[in-house]
C-alpha cells in the first residue's frame, strides 16, 4: 500500500464540505469525460463480432468472475432531458419480441465465455420495467440457462425504474428473481421543472416504493437526481433535496444536466430561456451538495452520494470502490457481458459494442448471433494508463512504484507531459504528491475527471470532434 502523508486524502471519505469557491469551480466546469472506461467509448473503431483472429471476447474464455448488463430501451413516455439510447412505445409486441433477441444474443456466448459466477447484473435503459412480470421471468430464465446466476448478499443485482409505473407486484417478482438494489430516477420534485422536463412524478409516489422495496428486502435503493434543470434554481433544488431527505434513499446520484441537442433530438423540446445559466448550475450544484453532506451522507467523488452505513460508503472507506459503465461499484469483476442494442462489454484484451438501432440490432443477431459493430483492442500503454486512471477515481491516488515497476521509469519521467497538464491542480491544492504517491486531496473529489482527463493520450492526440458532459 501506499505511504500516506498528512496531506493526503484520508481512506475515509469525509462527510464535511471542503471549502470550494464559485470561481474554483468554474475554472474547473468544462466539458470533460465520465471516464467508465478507457479509452472512452467514442475512441472505438469498427469491429466484428465474426472478424478473424484475436479479438477482446476471447478472454473471457479464462475470467473468474463475470458481470452483466442487459439494456432494455423501451419507455412510454418521451423525457425531454433524456440522453439515453431509447425507443418511445406503447406496443408491448416490441419489447417481447426484442427479449427474443437478446436471449438470443446470450447463447452467442454459451461458447465463448467461462461458467464463471455472475457477482453483478444490472438492467438498464430506457426503462426495464417496461417489460411485464412475465418476460422479466423469461429473461432471467433465460440467461440462468448460460450464466451461472447466483443470489444472495454475496451479488448485487440492480435494476432502474420509473417510479410513474413502477407496481408493488413488479417489486414482489424482482425479489423473488434475486434483484436486491433498486435505482428510482427521480430528478426533481418541483412540479414546475417536472413540466418543463416532460417527467412528472410526486413523492408520494416515490414514499410508497421505497418502502415497499425495504419491506421486500431490497438492501440498497438509489435515487437519479439532475441539476442544471429547465426552471431550477438554488431555492427548488434545496426543496427537492429536503425531500429527498425525508425519504433517505441510501445512495443518490447527483448529475449535472448535460444540454447537447444537437445530438440528442428529445433536447430540443426544451426551452432553452429556462435553462440556468452556467454560474447558477455552480451555486446549485454547491448548494445540493452541502446540503447532502450536512445530512449525513458521504461523498464519494464525482457525483456519487451514500448514507455511511451503505455498503458503497464502505467499500470507499476500505479502497474497494471501482468503477465500471454503471458507474461505481462495490462488485468488481473481470469481465462484463452487455447484451441488447448498443450494450458495450469489456475484458481484459478491450471493449466491444453493439450497433445502437433496434432495427440494426435485431438483423444482426438474426443474421449471425451477434451485434456487434465496433469496439476496441488494449495495447500496453492502454492498460497502464487505464489502471491510473481508475486508480484516482476509485482510489484517489497513484502508486508511483507500481508505475515504475511497469515503466521501468521513474513516475515523474515517464509522465512529464502529465505532470505538466496537472500543474493548475496542484496549485489550486486539488491534487498533491509525495515521494510515493500522486493523490487528490479532499477538495480534489470534486475534479476527479479532470484529473484523470490528463493521462488520457487520446484526448490530449489527434481530436475527434466528440462532445462531452461539462464536469458541473
Not at 448488463?69 to 409486441?93: D, E, M, W
Not at 465465455?113 to 453483478?120: H, T
Not at 419491506?215 to 437519479?224: A, H, K, L, M
Not at 451522507?297 to 459503465?325: I, K, S, T, W
Request: glycine content about 8%.
Amino acid at each position: 500500500m501506499a505511504d500516506q502523508c498528512d496531506s493526503a486524502v484520508s481512506a475515509t471519505p469525509s462527510q464535511e464540505l471542503p471549502a470550494l469557491s464559485p470561481q474554483l469551480l468554474a475554472r474547473y466546469a468544462g466539458a470533460c469525460p465520465r471516464y467508465t472506461s478507457y479509452p472512452t467509448a467514442d475512441r472505438f473503431y469498427p469491429l466484428s463480432g465474426s472478424a478473424a483472429g484475436e479479438q477482446p471476447w476471447d478472454a473471457l474464455k479464462n475470467v473468474e468472475t463475470l458481470s452483466l448488463y442487459v439494456h432494455i430501451p423501451f419507455c412510454r413516455s418521451l423525457c425531454y432531458f433524456c440522453a439515453c439510447n431509447k425507443i418511445i412505445t406503447n406496443q408491448y409486441g416490441l419489447a417481447s419480441s426484442y427479449l427474443d433477441s437478446v436471449l438470443r444474443e446470450a447463447q452467442w456466448y454459451r461458447e465463448r465465455v467461462a461458467k464463471a459466477p455472475v457477482v453483478q447484473l444490472h438492467l438498464g435503459g430506457g426503462t426495464p420495467t417496461f417489460l411485464n412480470d412475465g418476460d422479466l421471468r423469461r429473461l432471467m430464465a433465460g440467461l440462468g440457462e448460460i450464466f451461472d446466476l447466483r443470489t444472495g448478499e454475496d451479488v448485487e443485482y440492480s435494476i432502474e425504474a420509473d417510479p410513474r409505473v413502477l407496481e408493488g407486484e413488479t417489486l414482489d417478482t424482482l425479489r423473488e428473481l434475486g434483484f436486491n438494489r433498486l435505482s428510482l430516477g427521480i430528478q426533481d420534485f418541483n412540479v414546475d421543472v417536472q413540466r418543463a422536463v416532460n417527467r412528472i412524478c410526486s413523492p408520494e409516489q416515490v414514499r410508497a416504493l421505497t418502502e415497499g422495496a425495504r419491506e421486500r428486502g431490497f438492501g440498497s435503493i438509489s435515487y437519479d437526481l439532475i441539476y442544471g434543470l429547465p426552471g431550477q434554481d438554488v431555492a427548488s433544488l434545496e426543496q427537492t433535496i429536503d425531500t429527498v431527505m425525508e425519504l433517505a434513499p441510501d445512495r443518490i446520484a447527483l448529475y449535472h444536466y448535460a444540454h447537447l441537442p444537437e445530438r440528442f433530438k428529445a433536447q430540443r423540446l426544451i426551452n432553452t430561456d429556462l435553462i440556468p445559466s452556467p454560474s447558477a448550475k455552480i451555486a446549485m450544484q454547491l448548494a445540493a451538495s452541502r446540503r447532502l453532506t450536512e445530512a449525513g451522507y458521504v461523498f464519494l467523488g464525482m457525483d456519487h452520494f451514500a448514507r455511511p452505513d451503505d455498503a458503497l460508503a464502505q467499500a470507499g472507506a476500505e479502497g474497494r470502490l471501482a468503477r465500471n459503465f454503471q458507474g461505481y461499484t462495490l462488485m468488481p469483476a473481470d469481465a462484463l457481458v452487455g447484451l441488447g442494442a448498443s450494450a458495450i462489454s469489456y475484458s481484459r484484451d478491450g471493449y466491444w459494442q453493439n450497433h445502437h438501432g433496434l432495427k440494426e440490432y435485431a438483423g444482426a443477431i438474426g443474421e449471425r448471433g451477434e451485434a456487434i459493430c465496433r469496439g476496441w483492442q488494449l495495447n500496453q500503454d492502454d492498460r497502464l494508463r487505464q489502471w491510473m486512471i481508475m486508480e484516482l477515481m476509485c482510489h484517489l491516488r497513484i502508486d508511483k512504484r507500481e508505475v515504475g515497476a511497469r515503466t521501468g521509469q521513474s513516475f515523474e519521467s515517464a509522465f512529464a507531459p502529465e505532470l505538466a497538464r496537472l500543474q493548475p491542480m496542484f496549485a489550486d491544492g486539488l491534487l498533491g504528491q509525495s515521494p510515493s504517491d500522486l493523490y487528490v486531496t479532499e477538495r480534489g473529489r470534486w475534479f476527479l475527471r479532470n484529473a484523470a482527463a490528463a493521462f488520457d493520450v487520446y484526448l490530449h492526440g489527434q481530436q475527434t470532434g466528440a462532445r462531452y458532459s461539462r464536469v458541473l
